[in-house]
């Protein structure tokens, strides 16, 4: 009977055990699969694209960012982005920026790519900027930055004058090109990053040349700005800033039209009149000798070369062709000119372009 008890005994035990290694099997798979569910499996939604940007504002709390997740409704469980985020430390490592998003991403992946601060870059192309109050617009339109910082500091006289400009010809920093931009990029950087592109596109050759013509690099892209606004042939910008460099060498007004109507302040002008010319501002060069005090526009790269390589001939007059075509007439003397400008002023008349 004793040995029987044993039996029963021992093989009561092994039940028990047997019983609480599955439990603890158990235990144990749910709680690896909750830790897998919470980790590796995909949490990031997408409903219309397969990558989205997110963009964490300077400053943003985690608190700010599990709100702005909801709003953008990009997770199926936030609970567990949450309490991943208090494992690998990120609560506090919150870092602004534009982050690319796929979807079916993980909790560690996304997690991992806000806390590395990997930004995708914002592509910004400057060109046919005219005005600063304009920068502002395209900068403030692409990054984080408020436009009004941006105009205020290409506008601050001091903060120009430490930098070697003046507010004036502040627009000479900016050479036209697509540059790679941090979403986050504050003004201060901004200008940082453009007169580090300034230093490096006036190399020794270029200030040589500058130097060869009796220019400062502001005055060759001030000079340039106005024979961008003259055409947009690049077989021609040459020969009209040469046209230029003639009548400033010989003391003479550059009496150039797009300085009328930057002074003006319509870009939309089709026909410069004459009562433009009474405009009293210090861009206007019908009224005042030499450059004016800074560029009408950003000058294309080719605007520069074609003041630095300016053609030499014997013109100094030029008016647009009657065709339309985009070129220009040239003329050595005022009574030539005249009669090349009756020309396009009759096209002008019989097309109806009044203003």
């Known amino acids: 009977m004793a040995r029987k008890s044993n039996k029963k005994s021992i093989s009561k035990f092994k039940k028990t055990l047997i019983a609480f290694a599955i439990v603890i099997s158990l235990g144990t798979a749910i709680t690896c699969y909750t830790f897998y569910e919470k980790v590796f499996a995909p949490n990031v939604v997408l409903r219309e694209h397969k990558t989205q940007f997110l963009y964490i504002p300077t400053g943003y709390s985690f608190d700010d960012l599990m709100r ?32 690319s998003v796929r979807g079916n991403m993980n909790n560690k992946q ?13 592509k910004l192309t400057f060109s046919n900027i005219r005005t600063i109050e304009q920068l502002a617009g395209v900068v403030g339109l692409r990054l984080e930055v408020d436009s009004s910082a941006i105009a205020l500091l290409f506008k601050d006289p001091k903060f120009q004058e430490n930098n070697g400009f003046t507010s004036q010809n502040s627009l000479s920093v900016l050479i036209p090109n697509t540059y790679d ?12 990053r453009m007169l580090k592109e300034y230093k490096i596109f006036w190399n020794v050759k270029r200030v040589e040349k500058a130097k060869d013509i009796g220019f400062t690099k502001s005055q060759v892209s001030t000079l340039a700005s106005i024979v961008e606004q003259e055409t947009r042939k690049e077989d021609e910008k040459a020969i009209i800033a040469g046209i230029y460099m003639n009548r400033f060498n010989k003391g003479m007004k550059l009496d150039a039209d797009p300085t009328l109507v930057y002074s003006l302040g319509d870009f939309t002008v089709r026909r410069v009149l004459n009562k433009y010319k009474l405009i009293d501002s210090p861009y206007n060069t019908y009224m005042h000798a030499g450059l004016p005090p800074g560029p009408i526009c950003m000058p294309s790269v080719s605007s520069i070369e074609a003041v630095l390589n300016y053609k030499k001939h014997n013109f100094l007059f030029f008016c647009a062709r009657e065709d339309f075509s985009g070129y220009h007439a040239y003329a050595k003397s005022y009574e030539e000119h005249l009669q090349n400008a009756r020309k396009f002023q009759k096209e002008l008349n019989r097309r109806g372009i009044r203003s």
Request: glycine content about 8%.
């Open 68 to 99: 702005l997740l909801q709003k953008e409704g990009l997770l199926n469980n936030y609970a567990s982005f949450e309490w991943l985020a208090e494992q690998m430390h990120y609560k506090a490592n919150v870092k602004p920026g534009k982050y």
């Open 110 to 122: 996304l997690i991992s790519l806000l806390r590395s601060g990997k930004q995708t870059p914002v």
């Open 181 to 192: 931009f941090y979403w986050n990029t504050s003004a201060e950087q901004f200008y940082g």
